[in-house]
């Protein structure tokens, strides 16, 4: 068991807002990884600060902030060897325009003209973002 991990995986406000919840968790299911903690939640901007403090200086922040506080979001941990990699395929492409078809981004994102990029989901990319994600989202865990 010593090699199974964990990440840190958010059904962002646009996900929820159109309904894909539902296939984001089917896609983790059907690849055969664990949901270890699941719980709709409200973003606040001082979560968020932490969440994406690598962001935090960036000229797209503050559209970021107001997307992630736009409604309701589904935080989730999932459990399995090489999972943090395995999600990070299977999310795609940050910018859901060149995600590749087949990838949850690739499959149900696009440009919504608004210049924010709205793609369905987060997921940490590495095994610290992951501990210091799960931290934030899930700090009694
Ligand atoms: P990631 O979500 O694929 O890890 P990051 O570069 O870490 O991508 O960016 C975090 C989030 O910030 C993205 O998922 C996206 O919602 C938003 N974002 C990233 N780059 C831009 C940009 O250039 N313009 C607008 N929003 C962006
Ligand atoms: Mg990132």
Not at 36 to 41: F, G, S, V
Request: no cysteine; glycine share 8%; net charge neutral.
């Amino acid at each position: 068991m010593s090699n199974t991990e964990q990440v840190l995986v958010l059904v962002k406000p646009d996900g929820v807002k159109r309904g894909l919840v539902g296939k984001v968790l089917e896609r983790a299911e059907a690849r055969g990884y664990t949901i270890a903690r699941l719980e709709m939640r409200w973003a606040t901007p001082e979560l968020l600060a932490r969440h994406y403090a690598e962001h935090k200086d960036k000229p797209f922040y503050p559209s970021l902030v107001e997307y992630m506080t736009s409604g309701p979001l589904v935080a989730l941990v999932l459990e399995g060897a090489q999972v943090i990699v395995a999600f990070r395929t299977m999310a795609g492409a940050t910018d859901p325009v060149k995600a590749a078809p087949g990838t949850i981004r690739g499959d149900f994102g696009r440009d919504w003209g608004t210049g924010e990029i709205q793609n369905i989901v987060h997921a940490s990319d590495s095994p610290e973002s992951a501990a210091r994600e799960m931290a934030i989202w899930f700090p009694q865990a």
